[in-house]
Each structure stands twice: as C-alpha cells, then as structure tokens.
C-alpha cells in the first residue's frame, strides 16, 4: 500500500512541475497590461497615403512618441487603442526635433475613457537601466499591431564622441522595425526605460536605438514648468579621458572655478551620483539633470580632489507650441 501511495506521489509531483512549466509568466501578464497603454498613430498625409507609429500613455491624456512619426504630418492625425475599431483624434502639443520626442494628446478625453482603460506607464529609475538588463520592446513594426519583443540593452550608451548635444540612445537587440517609432522599451516589470526610435538592420541582424527614460523625464519636467527644453550649459568641452581641455569665456565653469586639465571623477545631479569612466558619460549626466538644480563636480586637481558646485545656465530648444 505504501509503494502504491508513493507511485501516486510521483506521478502527482510529476504532472505539478510540468503544468508549472507551462504556467504563463508574471511578464506575460505584465506585457499584456502594458498593451493597453500603447496606441497606434494613424498619420494621413495631404495625397491620403497613411503611415502607422506608436505612442504610449504617461498620464492620463498626455502620450509620448517621436517626433519624426508626427512632427512633420500630414493634416490629419488620430490613434485608436487595443481591441478598438475607433479612431480619435489627436493634437501634437509639444515638439522637439532635436530629441526626436513629441507630446500628444486626445481631443475628446472623455469618449476615450468610455471605451478604454489605458495602462499609464512610469518611468524607471536611472540607476536600474544597464547594460544586459532584459528588455521589452511594444509596438507595430511593419503594421503588425501590439507586437512584443524581447532582448536585452546592449549598451545603455551611444553617442557622437565630441558632441556637446544630448544625442545618446540606448541601443537593444529587441526587433525594432518600422512602425515600432515611439513605442516604449520597458523592464520586466513594465517600466519605462526608453522610447523606441530607430534601428540598423543588415545581413538579417538589426539593433535598435531608443530615447534614454533620464532625457524622456527632462522634457517632462520641462515641458511642465517652462514650455521649452532647457539644457545645462556648463561651457567646457573635455576629452574622452574626461580631462577639461577648453573653458568658455563668462559661462558658469570658469566662473565657478573649473580649471583646463581637471579630470572629472564624478558628478552628482537631480538623478543621482556618478562616477563617469568616458567623457560621453559626463555628457549624458548633465544633459539629464533638470534646469535650476546646481550640478556638484568632483575634480582631481593636482592629484587632490575637490568639489566644485555649479550653477548652470541653459541653451533654451523651443518647443512647438499648438
């Protein structure tokens, strides 16, 4: 009786494991959540051809997606929503080329919420976006709607060495194509840790590049307080051994103290504290800081270090304003 009882236990073990093995996932349920905050940008151009991109929601009406996808439309845009055959209108609010990122929101907020309860992504936290985190990338590459890919940041920094413009992106190995531009790529836990926007292919490889979540965050906040883009302007260019190779003449380095040859071993702004190791991570950290919060440099000077805080100005990127 005893054997038989264990003949019953392994087999019940057994058919356990195997219906754990084909459970759904938590990130399953949490990418088919996040479907729900992710539309589709219909754009019909003046000759009536239509395009498809993404957009997704981080309020209640305000969308995120690129700017080459709507900023320069035709005279028609709407989106429509998971599992809904309407279409609403939609007006571009803010826009900004250089970033390639655009702000959109809904005519008719209230028809929306009638028929749809959209996901509100947030953003994640900067410390947690690093190279081999696992990715999630939601959009409609070449019209394939509300597709997901997965594959992992392959570098959470791209950027022209010696350019003094937040231009950096991080690059993925999740399939973005065509149509995916302006969708979100998010963790595991359906965070935001870029926005899709462009992608090499060749030889039956692709990779692709998003909007790093730090600079989505400033726009948001800059959006909010002074309906521009303001980027700190420090007035220094450095070389990749991040060593001060040029000051700018009444621009708030020199006036602060920074001195040609000092090496920049790490920086603390509104996101936090880092120890850059190249000259582009020193870009992108002050790039992503907020406007009016001053940056604190630690600099080695004639083998001491010393902190030098910073007030910056700004280059002001006007917005379009509807």
Request: glycine share 8%; with cysteine; proline share 3%.
């Amino acid at each position: 009786m005893s054997h038989l009882k264990s003949i019953i236990l392994s087999i019940c073990l057994t058919f356990f494991v195997i219906s754990e093995s084909f459970a759904k996932s938590d990130v399953y349920y949490i990418m088919e959540k996040a479907k729900t905050g992710v539309v589709s940008i219909v754009i019909t151009k003046k000759d009536s051809a239509t395009s498809l991109g993404t957009g997704f929601f981080i309020g209640k009406n305000l969308i995120l997606t690129n700017h080459h996808v709507v900023g320069n439309s035709g005279t028609t845009l709407n989106l429509f929503a998971l599992n809904s055959s309407e279409r609403y209108d939609i007006d571009v609010v803010y826009d900004d080329e250089l970033t390639d990122v655009s702000f959109i929101k809904l005519r008719d907020i209230e028809t929306f919420y009638k028929n749809n309860t959209p996901y509100i992504f947030e953003f994640a936290i900067d410390s947690e976006i690093y190279t081999t985190q696992e990715v999630y990338a939601i959009g409609h590459p070449w019209g394939l709607l509300w597709s997901v890919s997965k594959g992992i940041i392959s570098s959470d920094l791209r950027h022209e060495v010696g350019s003094v413009t937040p231009d950096y992106s991080i690059q993925t190995d999740a399939h973005v194509f065509s149509g995916n531009s302006g969708g979100p790529l998010l963790t595991s836990d359906g965070s935001v840790v870029g926005m899709n926007s462009s992608m090499i292919a060749q030889n039956g490889g692709s990779y692709g590049f998003a909007v790093p979540a730090p600079i989505l965050k400033k726009l948001l906040n800059d959006f909010n307080k002074y309906n521009e883009v303001r980027w700190a302007s420090i007035g220094f260019t450095i070389d990749p051994t991040r060593t001060i190779r040029d000051l700018t003449a009444d621009k708030p380095g020199i006036k602060s103290g920074l001195k040609i040859n000092d090496v920049i071993v790490s920086i603390k702004t509104n996101n936090g504290t880092i120890t850059p190791k190249s000259n582009d991570e020193v870009i992108e950290a002050i790039a992503s800081s907020y406007y009016g919060v001053p940056i604190d440099f630690g600099i080695l000077r004639d083998g001491k270090t010393i902190t030098i805080k910073i007030q910056a100005s700004y280059n002001k990127s006007e917005f379009y304003k509807k």
